[in-house]
């Protein structure tokens, strides 16, 4: 099997089995992240906890690698303070636009898409809503 499989594996499954897609209402902050040119729209809420983000969870309507993005995302931030979760964010958003290095390996299956300058919106919508709900609770 070779990556590209593996990754492409691994993003279907986010996408069928997302991980901490529920309801917000006792999220501290929500962000809405909307891609004006498909229609897809989620929502990012986040719960702090002493700083750490204890919950990190979305709901909305997405193409596949926009909800495997987001699913992928909660995992990899959930227990991070703040901080380091807005570094996360910078790191996914300097990655797809063409610069340094995947910020951590749980998000390495994104490679399979990162050469589609269309998907780079579809990956980055879930952490710039992240980032949003962060700066809010800043
Ligand atoms: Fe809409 Fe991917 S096609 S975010």
């Known amino acids: 099997m070779t990556d590209k499989s593996i990754y492409k594996d691994v993003l279907m499954d986010h996408y069928r089995n997302p991980r901490n897609k529920s309801d917000l209402s006792d999220a501290d902050a929500v962000h809405r992240g909307t891609n004006p040119r498909c229609g897809d729209d989620l929502e990012v809420g986040i719960n702090l906890d002493n700083k750490m983000l204890s919950k990190v969870r979305f709901r909305g309507r997405g193409c596949s690698i926009c909800l495997a993005s987001a699913s992928m995302m909660t995992e990899t931030v959930i227990g ?12 996914m958003k300097s990655w797809f636009g ?12 994104l490679e399979a898409v990162r050469g589609h300058s269309a998907r780079k919106r579809c990956v980055l919508l ?9 700066r809010a609770e800043y």
């Open 80 to 91: 991070k303070n703040k901080v380091e979760a807005h570094q996360l964010a910078e790191g």
């Open 126 to 134: 879930a952490w710039e809503a992240l980032d949003d709900a962060l």
């Open 98 to 109: 063409g610069q340094g290095e995947c910020p951590v390996d749980a998000l390495k299956a």
